[in-house]
């Protein structure tokens, strides 16, 4: 369908589609987090943690429910995939097959949902225009078949991440942050922030990405990198507890490895998120022990005098 790919209309709009992985509690990454798997009776994934979830996404990329506009404060954004539907409301879609999804409670009439590209348009043009009013934004639906990642994602939850006379985003060491770096290091994928003004940071490196640099590089993977990614656990909830059968499983893993096109540039590229993934986990670690101690040693007066040392704050 014209228009119907997920680079050109974020590239459009300038919005990014996000696939969310929501939190049991607010604030901290819960292992096993609640999701509308519910609706979907393909892939059990119920009971599966954040990481085991972005694991199935990377290795299997089934159809997914994705947002421009969502409270779920963090997950996977997309570089790549068909949009097959698309609501300015939630569909509360569920699955038929790996490749699409349907309106739960209106799937005799899934075609109605088949997006042109003026319907594209306006889901994204409501998006935009609610976008950052709370009491107005919706919640939109955008089903993309075969989705490519170009990123994990969290949002910040207030404004101890905007750039202030402290430079506080180098002190950004949340169970958050930390959960996105631990993906980073697991996918190759980088590791973003969203702020509340839209600006998003790169945590590994603490630099500004645009919604170009994400789109230009959809981190792509080996037939052997999915199938470590599809470990038992994984298996045991799609294969027992899905209807998906082995044979459509071993054909979409032919069809990866017939399609498969990883150069070296884009091994280096997940080779460098990971190193850049570890080096500010081991920063942040190092950060914690010294604030730690200099809070022990002196109080806040003395966590006040290191923020100060550190960013040329001597007054």
């Known amino acids: 369908t014209e228009g119907s790919n997920v680079p050109e209309n974020s590239r459009e709009m300038y919005v990014l589609f996000r696939h969310f992985l929501p939190e049991k509690k607010k604030k901290k990454i819960d292992l096993f987090t609640q999701t509308a798997s519910g609706n979907n009776n393909v892939i059990d994934s119920r009971k599966l943690n954040s990481t085991q979830k972005i694991k199935l996404a990377l290795s299997l990329q089934p159809a997914i429910s994705t947002h421009t506009n969502t409270g779920w404060k963090q997950g996977l954004l997309l570089g790549g995939g068909e949009i097959t539907a698309a609501s300015e409301t939630d569909l509360y879609s569920y699955t038929n097959s790996l490749d699409s999804r349907s309106p739960k409670y209106d799937s005799e009439h899934v075609t109605d949902y088949v997006p042109d590209i003026e319907n594209i348009r306006q889901v994204f043009k409501a998006a935009v225009e609610n976008q950052g009013?709370?009491?107005?934004?919706?919640?939109?639906?955008?089903?993309?078949?075969?989705?490519?990642?170009?990123?994990?994602?969290?949002?910040?939850?207030?404004?101890?991440?905007?750039?202030?006379?402290?430079?506080?985003?180098?002190?950004?060491?949340?169970?958050?942050?930390?959960?996105?770096?631990?993906?980073?290091?697991?996918?190759?994928?980088?590791?973003?922030?969203?702020?509340?003004?839209?600006?998003?940071?790169?945590?590994?490196?603490?630099?500004?990405?645009?919604?170009?640099?994400?789109?230009?590089?959809?981190?792509?993977?080996?037939?052997?990198?999915?199938?470590?990614?599809?470990?038992?656990?994984?298996?045991?909830?799609?294969?027992?507890?899905?209807?998906?059968?082995?044979?459509?499983?071993?054909?979409?893993?032919?069809?990866?490895?017939?399609?498969?096109?990883?150069?070296?540039?884009?091994?280096?590229?997940?080779?460098?998120?990971?190193?850049?993934?570890?080096?500010?986990?081991?920063?942040?670690?190092?950060?914690?022990?010294?604030?730690?101690?200099?809070?022990?040693?002196?109080?806040?007066?003395?966590?006040?005098?290191?923020?100060?040392?550190?960013?040329?704050?001597n007054d």
């Not at 009491?135 to 994602?153: C, D, G, M, T, W």
Request: hydrophobic share 35%; net charge negative.
């Open 133 to 313: 009013q709370k009491k107005a934004r919706l919640h939109n639906e955008i089903i993309v078949k075969q989705p490519k990642f170009s990123a994990v994602y969290i949002e910040n939850e207030s404004n101890y991440g905007e750039y202030d006379e402290y430079n506080a985003i180098n002190h950004f060491d949340t169970p958050k942050t930390r959960w996105a770096l631990e993906q980073s290091i697991l996918t190759g994928l980088p590791a973003v922030v969203i702020l509340e003004s839209g600006k998003m940071i790169n945590i590994a490196t603490d630099e500004e990405v645009t919604v170009e640099d994400l789109l230009a590089m959809p981190v792509e993977y080996s037939t052997d990198e999915r199938l470590e990614m599809f470990d038992e656990t994984i298996q045991s909830n799609v294969k027992e507890k899905g209807t998906v059968t082995e044979e459509e499983l071993s054909e979409r893993f032919e069809y990866f490895d017939a399609t498969e096109n990883i150069d070296q540039a884009m091994e280096q590229y997940k080779k460098l998120n990971r190193e850049l993934a570890e080096a500010k986990l081991q920063c942040l670690e190092m950060e914690r022990r010294e604030r730690n101690r200099v809070l022990e040693e002196e109080g806040w007066e003395g966590i006040d005098r290191l923020a100060r040392n550190r960013f040329g704050k």
